[in-house]
């Protein structure tokens, strides 16, 4: 299983990037895929995810409204779209994935990092004030 992140960049405050998260060398029916972040000197945080079970999708609150994850499952790859960025928004975006999730407790559980099997190399976004 592979995961290939990209799409990051260097932005002004206000502008928009779209990550996207190729996934590769699985067939799995019941799947998530999230997408986490990294700031210099914070802890490692989710940002959002999608799963193929229910299709239901989650936000952390800070990008909620301006984050929007999505998925093309003919190319197998799940894309971040990011609009309205703010230099705390900075940080290396990684995204994630795991198998037969529960959907009854994922809205609780997307965020744990330790839930996942699978990630991707990081795609660093810069946003400049």
């Known amino acids: 299983v592979q995961l290939q992140a990209s799409g990051g960049g260097l932005v002004q405050s206000g502008g928009s990037l779209t990550l996207s998260c190729a996934a590769s060398?699985?067939?799995?029916?019941?799947?998530?895929i999230s997408w986490f972040r990294r700031a210099p000197g914070k802890e490692r945080e989710g940002v959002s995810s999608i799963n193929t079970k229910d299709g239901r999708k989650y936000y952390t609150d800070s990008v909620k409204g301006r984050f929007t994850i999505s998925r093309d499952n003919t190319k197998n790859t799940v894309y971040l779209q990011m609009h309205n960025l703010q230099p705390e928004d900075t940080a290396v975006y990684y995204c994630?994935?795991?198998?037969?999730?529960?959907?009854?407790?994922?809205?609780?559980?997307?965020?744990?990092?330790?839930?996942?099997?699978?990630w991707g190399q990081g795609t660093q976004v810069t946003v400049s004030s």
């Open positions: 994630a994935a795991t198998t037969d999730i529960q959907t009854d407790v994922w809205d609780r559980a997307w965020e744990k990092s330790y839930e996942y099997d699978y």
């Open positions: 060398g699985f067939t799995w029916d019941n799947y998530a």
